[in-house]
């Protein structure tokens, strides 16, 4: 069982990355020094209090020493609106970690982490903690969603991009460039977080392989504590004859990639 807190966190950076994308950095000591790397926390919006539902988000980041969580959101809809207009010294109300995260990373051979879009935030700490820099794949649909570059760079590791419309990387999907990195070295694991095709993608290349990997499943969560039911996703079941359903948040978010059963 995941133990959680719940917190008054305070915003101590809110900042454009680029675009739509935001960086908030939170001061909440328990949360910091509990998450691992695919954990979500959920935070309640000041001054959308009359919406009952809180919204999820990765961490991005846990920094112990100095308290601190980093999540990067994408501003897609009113909360994320309301989200990114909020100053430092701002308190919001977040409850985590929650949920599974990734398993840790092999010592003896280099992983390969991918990212879609935003979810590259959420393998961020992955690769922070990873006893051997991984091999980054990034993929967006374009320029624009390319984003934390620099930051795996920093952290010693490869960096590998593609777009679907050629702005900048190679053109085309990111499981290209998987595919052409599998060819070059036996990866250790792969570990993944994107949109769901993304995902199907990555899972049926390296499940085609035998290859061990992790996904981290985007589905939309209202409770977030795997007392509603709205989050769940198909597993196969224990007999591998059928599926059965399993909350993305509480025996999630993060399924290894032959346990979903993929429409």
Known sequence: MVKSFQSDATITCNQQIQGDYYRMLLQAPDIAAA????????VQIPEMEHRILRRPFSI????????????????????T???????????????GPRGKGFSELPTDRRSILVGGGYGCAAIYLLARKAPIPPLILLGGRS????????EFKALGCEVRLSTDDGSTGEKGRVTLLLEKALTEFPAGRIAACGPVPM?????ALCDSQQLDCEVSMDSVMCCGMGACFACVIKRK?????????VRACQEGPVFKSTEVFWD
């Open 237 to 245: 079941a224990s007999n591998q004859q059928g599926w059965t359903y």
């Open 60 to 79: 991005s980041d846990a920094d112990p020493a100095n308290s601190t969580l980093t999540i990067v959101y994408k501003v897609v809809g009113t909360g």
């Open 35 to 42: 998450a691992k790397p695919g954990q979500f926390i959920h």
């Open 143 to 150: 320029h624009k969603d390319i984003i934390m570059v620099d």
């Open 81 to 95: 609106a309301q989200l990114k207009k909020m100053p430092p010294g701002t308190q919001v109300n977040i409850l």
């Open 199 to 203: 995902l199907k993608a990555v899972a």
